[in-house]
């Protein structure tokens, strides 16, 4: 189960993405895009950086479910 948008988790997520030994190449791929939008001190892109990342983890829970548990607890 995911937590809501407004978890710290889910900034802690987008400003270390790098840190996140994830798995699957699919999350990984999303850790480059969320370190790639560099949205450290822009609130507009964290805010879109966050929904970016929930998105993809509601629509590949299942594929991913190992990464959801590894950053996500």
């Given at each position: 189960?995911?937590?809501p948008k407004t978890d710290?988790?889910w900034d802690k997520l ?60």
């Open positions: 189960m995911l937590p710290p988790k987008i400003t270390n993405s790098a840190s996140f030994p994830v798995t699957g190449l699919v999350t990984k791929m999303l850790m480059t895009r969320l370190m790639l939008m560099d949205c450290k001190k822009n609130v507009a892109r964290k805010t879109e950086a966050i929904d970016a990342a929930y998105d993809f983890f509601v629509k590949n829970e299942t594929a991913v479910k190992d990464d959801i548990k590894l950053i996500f607890g």
